[in-house]
């Protein structure tokens, strides 16, 4: 399983971002996917991810401002990301978890199996 991830730049408050994640060797209907992020000096955290029901699930923090959606023929998921603030400002990075096995309302990076290379988004004043 391979993901590469697309789309980081640097931008100004307020700004938008649209990120990309081309997967290879998965089957997005056996595993959860979903977007997750590492700020400096943080632990990574899950950003948007799809759960046990198919349901789209957001962090708190990007809820309303951020738009997860995946194209399952072409194996690529999107992260829309509008409305950008300084503590967006992290490595983003796109995962699977292992086949059989999904997220809940909640998607902790510890269960994650699979893992893009990340992609750099900077926001500033």
């Known amino acids: 399983v391979q993901f590469v991830e697309s789309g980081g730049d640097s931008v100004q408050i307020g700004g938008s971002l649209r990120l990309s994640c081309v997967g290879s060797?998965?089957?997005?209907?056996?595993?959860?996917v979903g977007w997750f992020r590492q700020a400096p000096g943080k632990e990574r955290e899950e950003v948007a991810w799809?759960?046990?029901?198919?349901?789209?699930r957001y962090a708190d923090s990007v809820k309303d401002r951020f738009t997860f959606s995946e194209d399952k023929a072409a194996k690529t998921l999107y992260l829309e990301m509008n409305n950008l603030q300084a503590e967006d400002t992290a490595i983003y990075y796109c995962?699977?978890?292992?086949?059989?096995?999904?997220?809940?309302?909640?998607?902790?990076?510890?269960?994650?199996?699979?893992w893009g290379q990340g992609t750099q988004v900077t926001v500033s004043s």
């Open positions: 995962g699977a978890t292992g086949p059989g096995t999904y997220c809940g309302s909640r998607c902790s990076p510890d269960i994650i199996k699979y």
């Open positions: 799809i759960d046990d029901y198919t349901r789209t």
């Open positions: 060797r998965i089957s997005f209907s056996s595993s959860s």
